[in-house]
């Protein structure tokens, strides 16, 4: 591609040096530089992608997006921010993939992963190929493996370069997870979106964030910008479900989904039992039932959001049941692992998050047995929310061991107690801290019975731990299934 291609989704620009030459690919990572490539200039927290450009000219890069002249003598394009013009640099690149797939985003603060994987197991269901974008990675199919991502919403020219190779596949239907970091840096910008699901927003991200405001105008992002002929699914029975209503331009299909209050799609009759939900869906009126092997109060509402894309796109009503009632659990989601005590391992790491799954949980523990939770909280991360899901773990649960999750830079210890001023009384009969999370799990071997519930949560999916200098092996699943027989 030439120079001057990349330069067709942008508004405002200067130029130095400019030369129309060819083009191999581009990058904002220095040490990834080939030869050919243009190196984006990206400050970031830590580092300014500037103090790199002459690294990545030496190591092939042929031209540069850039915040201001260098002295370098290479063509430059001057933009006032190359991190938000990243997204259309990379989408002109990669000839605007996009406009070629129906795109469908997910958005909102839990839900996202379970129910764009729904949503792929309804298209799958129509005879349709769907791919998927998210948290656990991409894959082209359900069928397939997940290719690692890095991020919940990839990086401008990574997302670009993965919605080529589905286009290129003949994958006319991608759904991604579309977070508010990505929402509010713009990566996912120059992307068309044909349709827009919103799950729910609670409190999470304010370290980066600051403001429940502020994270939800990074959300209603999405809505705001969608395309004419789109669709938006939203949860009713959010906080916020009117404000993203009223954001959604004109020509947009609005179909609203909840278990409470006046909408478009709703559960009634809902029954949880060890081998999952089944419920009434009323939709204009016709009732169907339904019956789930995904479990707990916000299994219904992945549901019905999946359930409410589904209609959105036209796919007939019985297709959609048929695909919701054989879908097993997505993993790491309130995902059993030992059956005697019950272990449930699951990624709920908001107050929002450990709440419903604990809710879940105690629906199906049986009478005179014990919930038993374990978690920590991350570190370099929303502090406000520790003490909180302290609380909400000492209220829900007859049992609670605090340990550590992903500390980072933090020392663990300050991190449980952060989490421990939600406690109201230190009860050493049912309150329990052990820092190191492998011991803690070991631990549960003392104090669960075959017939309790365990509900380890924060990590669900990830089979790493992000410790102070290292990032080493560790599965809450494995780990679970070392200390109690396996299902």
Do not use: W
Not at 156 to 176: G, S, T
Not at 208 to 225: D, G, S, V
Not at 246 to 273: H, M, Q, R, W
Not at 332 to 353: N, Q, S
């Amino acid at each position: 591609m030439l120079l001057n291609d990349l330069l067709k989704l942008l508004d405002k620009y200067e130029t130095k040096n400019f030369e129309n030459i060819e083009i191999t690919g581009i990058t904002y990572n220095s040490l990834k530089v080939e030869q050919g490539n243009i190196f984006i200039c990206i400050k970031g927290e830590a580092s300014d992608g500037h103090n790199f450009a002459n690294q990545a000219i030496e190591k092939g890069a042929v031209a540069l997006f850039c915040e201001k002249e260098l002295a370098i003598d290479v063509p430059q394009i001057i933009v006032g921010d190359t991190k938000r013009t990243m997204a259309c640099i990379a989408s002109a690149f990669y000839s605007e993939p996009s406009k070629e797939i129906n795109l469908i985003g997910v958005t909102g603060t839990n839900g996202k992963t379970t129910v764009t994987h729904l949503i792929q197991r309804i298209l799958e269901e129509n005879n349709e190929k769907c791919a998927l974008i998210g948290t656990l990675g991409y894959k082209l199919s359900s069928a397939d493996d997940y290719q690692d991502a890095k991020h919940t919403t990839p990086q401008p020219p990574e997302l670009q370069k993965d919605l080529r190779l589905m286009a290129d596949n003949n994958i006319k239907n991608v759904v991604m997870e579309v977070s508010s970091h990505s929402l509010e840096q713009n990566r996912v910008g120059c992307c068309d979106f044909d349709g827009a699901v919103f799950t729910n927003l609670t409190q999470d991200h304010l370290d980066y964030h600051i403001t429940m405001r502020n994270y939800f105008k990074a959300k209603a992002i999405l809505f705001e910008n969608l395309k004419k002929g789109a669709f938006a699914v939203i949860n009713a029975d959010d906080e916020y479900a009117k404000e993203f209503i009223n954001i959604i331009p004109e020509g947009i299909k609005v179909l609203t989904y909840g278990v409470k209050n006046t909408c478009d799609v709703k559960a009634e009759d809902i029954d949880f039992s060890i081998d999952g939900a089944s419920l009434t869906v009323n939709y204009n009126g016709k009732k169907e039932k339904m019956n789930l092997h995904l479990n707990g109060m916000f299994s219904i509402y992945n549901v019905l959001a999946a359930l409410c894309a589904g209609l959105s796109m036209g796919i007939d009503f019985g297709i959609i049941v048929r695909a919701l009632e054989n879908t097993k659990s997505v993993a790491g989601r309130f995902e059993i692992v030992t059956k005697k005590p019950l272990v449930i391992v699951d990624y709920a790491h908001t107050p929002d998050g450990l709440e419903n799954v604990l809710k879940a949980a105690r629906e199906i523990t049986p009478e005179g047995s014990n919930l038993i939770c374990l978690f920590g909280c991350g570190g370099d991360r929303d502090t406000t929310k520790r003490p909180k899901m302290g609380k909400i773990a000492d209220e829900l649960s007859d049992k609670v061991i605090v340990t550590s999750d992903n500390p980072r830079s933090e020392d663990p210890q300050l991190i449980i107690s952060d989490i421990m001023t939600g406690i109201r009384t230190v009860d050493t009969q049912r309150i329990f801290v052990e820092s190191d999370r492998g011991q803690a799990i070991k631990f549960l071997k003392t104090i669960a019975m075959p017939s309790d519930v365990v509900v380890i949560a924060g990590k669900g999916h990830e089979d790493y731990q992000i410790l102070k200098n290292e990032t080493i092996h560790f599965d809450d699943r494995e780990e679970a299934r070392k200390v109690f027989a396996c299902v």
